[in-house]
T-cell receptor, first 114, second 111 residues
Framework: DAGVIQSPRHEVTEMGQEVTLRCKPI?????LFWYRQTMMRGLELLIY????????DSGMPEDRFSAKMPNASFSTLKIQPSEPRDSAVYFC????????????FGPGTRLLVL | QKEVEQNSGPLSVPEGAIASLNCTYS??????FFWYRQYSGKSPELIMF????GDKEDGRFTAQLNKASQYVSLLIRDSQPSDSATYLC???????????FGAGTRLAVHP
């Protein structure tokens, strides 16, 4: 089975540009998580969805960040406008209600904002 | 005070030794505790989770939990160079599926 798929794997953009990160969870998983990892702050949960509905977005840093999950197989994390301090690795993870202890992480998107 | 604290390391151990990784947490109401391994440039992967006080063993790995002391640890027996990675402690806190991660401890196993 394919794992969590993220695209792009690397993104370099200039400050002020819009950035869209994409995630396809494992088929059948009803939880989806967006994390951000930096050296300074470690791995932080930004937002998570259950059955396509956002449950907790308290980790979203500010209004420049938004996330959507239009269907069970696709989610986006958008940053508009991007800033250099948004440079990080962004991970998407998914899990099931029954196996909620195990979150499966995607390979991550390495974002660099110049 | 950070919610989940770990020594950043690096923790250096010789091959074949026992590596001991420690983690403390601040929320006394936390009920589930996790250890993830992350190789450089890769994504985190779950090694073990533990709910109850005491020890839980899985192969060369043993997780230990002491809720009274708000302390969780991971022991790796017979450490191998392939165990060299960053180990992240995570605690379920607040929401149903919300994990709070520590900053991680870098482990280096040298031949």
């Amino acid at each position: 089975d394919a794992g969590v798929i993220q695209s792009p794997r690397h993104e370099v953009t200039e400050m002020g540009q819009e950035v869209t990160l994409r995630c396809k969870p494992i088929s059948g998983h009803d939880y989806l998580f967006w994390y951000r990892q930096t050296m300074m702050r470690g791995l932080e949960l930004l937002i998570y969805f259950n059955n396509n509905v956002p449950i907790d977005d308290s980790g979203m840093p500010e209004d420049r960040f938004s996330a959507k999950m239009p269907n069970a197989s696709f989610s986006t994390l958008k940053i508009q406008p991007s800033e250099p301090r948004d440079s990080a690795v962004y991970f998407c993870a998914s899990s099931t209600s029954e196996g909620r202890e195990t979150q499966y992480f995607g390979p991550g998107t390495r974002l660099l904002v110049l | 005070q950070k919610e989940v604290e770990q020594n950043s390391g690096p923790l250096s151990v010789p091959e074949g030794a026992i590596a001991s990784l420690n983690c403390t947490y601040s929320d006394r109401g936390s009920q589930s505790f996790f250890w993830y391994r992350q190789y450089s440039g890769k994504s985190p992967e779950l090694i073990m989770f533990i709910y109850s006080n005491g020890d839980k063993e899985d192969g060369r790995f043993t997780a230990q939990l002491n809720k009274a002391s708000q302390y969780v640890s991971l022991l790796i027996r017979d450490s191998q160079p392939s165990d060299s990675a960053t180990y992240l402690c995570a605690v379920r806190s607040g929401g149903y599926n919300k994990l709070i991660f520590g900053a991680g401890t870098r482990l280096a196993v040298h031949p």
